[in-house]
């Protein structure tokens, strides 16, 4: 699959080392050519460089990874249309340290995002975990699988965007429309400000099978422990 990445950052490393030792074609566009060159170099398995207009339109799947605040400056630059009708994945935090924890600077990126390039199919994904365990060989903890939420509204980039998942050895899951990528979002917040305030925010939820998650007399229709996944 032909992939571009909008940013030469943490993330995009990343994620675009993964894909790219998957087979996938990796296109990295930055606002410099010398960054986007380094990355790409950094990347290897013939990862190319450019700007942010060829990465935005080089792909079926294209990554937004820059700082929220550069979003729309970055929407703009690629043009009314770059992305109609194909998968934007979107992996941003819209956060900032406070007293301790970490509030949200807006409600609902993703949905921002969407409505800033219309006709693309948003998905939110990878904004849960640091790009160092992105990066690491790391793919399961107390022995499950680790699973990357997917928030998106179009059936068709969800599936594109969980090869993608499976494609870096992690497990997709379907976590609902758009309109939930806000809860995805502020819980990346939450979690992450526990963490800072030295919580262990995994110790916080149970597993599937203890979260009482059905009503009273049936038994949950997804087990935690499953490779397959529930259909959205
Ligand atoms: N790092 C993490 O652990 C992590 C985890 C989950 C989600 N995220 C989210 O992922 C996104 C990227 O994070 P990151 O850690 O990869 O950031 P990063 O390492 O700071 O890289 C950000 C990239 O965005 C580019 N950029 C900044 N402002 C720009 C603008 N106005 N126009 C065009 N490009 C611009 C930077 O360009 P230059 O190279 O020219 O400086 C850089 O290449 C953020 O939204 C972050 O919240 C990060």
Redesign the pocket.
Known sequence: MRIGII??????RALGRGWAAAGHEVFVG???FE?AAELAEAIGNGAKAGG?LQAAVFGEATLL????T?LS??LRESGAGAFTGRALID???AFLPDNGTFVLTEPAVAERIAAEAPGAHVVKA??L????LWDSDRRSFEGRPLAVPLCGDDAGALDLVATLVADLDLRPVRAGGLAQARYLEATSAFVVGQWFSGNDGRAMIPPLEDAFAVPDGEQPSVNAHSPSLPAR
């Open positions: 940013g030469a950052g943490q993330m995009a930055a606002r410099t960054r942010i990874a820059v700082p929220v550069a400056a970055v992996c941003t935090n990878f904004n975990c640091a790009a160092e």
